[in-house]
């Protein structure tokens, strides 16, 4: 049998964020963004691998089945107070782990590093609210930063979505109820527990992953019934996650969605977590206030990536935040090396970057 106990303390005490147990592999962390191999650990047998499924599933029988039909599974674990989400799934037909390591210390907002702008959007009474980004970009940090800052000062109800839930929150001004979402958990599915939210008389809906039209479709109900819904999607841009709500739809649709989302849509957050020259982690955000320019390209029956931040740089003073210029600056700061942000940047936007890094040089000389 793995000592998981200790690889997973190794994994606490080197600050990763995930352990990998694949199959024929030794024991895998993931610290600031890099995979590190454990080398003093054997190589992982197919015996290891299954004695770690009956290690994390047990004798629940409702998992074994989910497993057994969807050869997927999730599993919440805890481990001397210490939270884990295990992620089960196969490679050649054997079992292979995904563990993340669940942070239960939340940082303020503050020391996100995203604009003030972002704070203060989330004191609307109604609309929809986007914290989009690749996995393990800080999403839901973001957004239980958002509900800490929100129960701090607001007398409201707030419902959220989870899947697994991260941080507990304590109720301070608000009345906060979290629900982790799964086979056998509090409801089946985001959707599920979307659709209900409506009957459940909260203020503030917090949608841990907008996966599908489903729960696109009561994020926007809930919005245009009064109430602030805040919610994620796996869309590196602003201009991507438009992309990715209005595919969403059949063509017939797109264009009332387009509609839909330039009225109730308030707020876009696209987050990356770039490794900085010390090692450690820098955020580098885009930020979309839709204001009536933005809304004017949304509506619009065919848009460009390119219209689309072109109305975020001329909104600059509402609050915008280009990607290119989030990037430029963190460049020009010496927080990353112009070698690593053009990894950023598509090859045919280069030349463009390279302008902006020498105009922003030029300003702060």
């Known amino acids: 049998m793995v000592d998981i106990e200790t690889i997973l303390s190794r994994g606490i005490s080197s600050g990763a964020s995930d352990v990998h147990l694949i199959h024929k592999c030794r024991p895998i962390l993931r610290v600031k963004k890099e995979l590190v191999y454990l080398n003093e650990y054997d190589i992982l047998q197919a015996d290891d691998m299954y004695s770690l499924y009956e290690y994390f599933v047990g004798n629940n029988d409702e998992k074994r089945q989910a497993f057994s039909k ?9 481990l001397n107070g210490k939270r884990f989400r295990v992620n ?23 020391q996100l590093g995203l604009p003030e702008i972002v704070k203060r959007m989330v004191f609307q009474t109604q609309g929809l ?41 304590k109720n ?14 509090d409801c089946n599915d985001f959707s599920d527990g979307t659709k209900n ?3 459940e008389d909260c203020d503030i ?26 919610g994620t999607l796996h869309t590196k841009s602003c201009a991507e996650t438009l992309d990715r709500i209005t ?6 649709d797109q264009l009332a969605v387009k509609f839909m989302m330039s009225a109730l849509l308030k707020l876009v957050v696209a987050q990356r977590l770039l490794k900085r020259t010390n090692g450690a982690l820098l955020m580098v955000p885009e930020v979309m206030v839709v204001d009536s320019t933005i809304a004017g ?17 001329t909104g600059i003073d509402k609050g915008n935040v280009s990607f290119t210029i989030s990037l430029a600056n963190a460049v020009v700061d010496g927080y990353i090396s112009l070698d690593n942000a053009l990894k950023e940047i598509d090859e045919k936007s280069h030349e463009l970057f390279l302008r902006t890094v020498n105009q922003i040089k030029t300003k702060k000389l």
Request: aromatic share 6%; hydrophobic share 40%.
């Open 70 to 78: 969807g050869k997927l599974l999730d599993v919440n674990f805890e």
């Open 88 to 110: 089960v799934s196969l490679s050649n037909e054997v079992p292979i782990f995904t563990i993340r390591i669940i942070q239960d210390v939340l940082p303020r907002f503050d």
């Open 129 to 169: 609210i986007l914290v989009t980004g690749k996995p393990n970009s800080g999403k839901t940090t973001t957004l239980n930063a958002l509900v800490d800052e929100i129960n701090a000062v607001e007398n409201k109800k707030i419902l959220m979505l989870e899947n697994p839930i991260e941080f507990v929150h």
């Open 172 to 185: 301070k001004r608000s009345l906060i109820i979290q629900k982790e979402v799964g086979p056998g958990r």
């Open 197 to 199: 939210a409506l009957r």
């Open 205 to 230: 809906l917090i949608i841990g992953e907008i996966r599908d039209k489903e729960t696109m479709d009561a994020a926007i109900e809930m919005a245009e019934s009064g109430h602030l819904v805040i």
């Open 247 to 252: 595919n969403f739809y059949d063509l017939s």
């Open 297 to 313: 390209v949304i509506r619009k029956d065919k848009f460009t990536k390119s219209e689309l931040e072109d109305a975020i740089q």
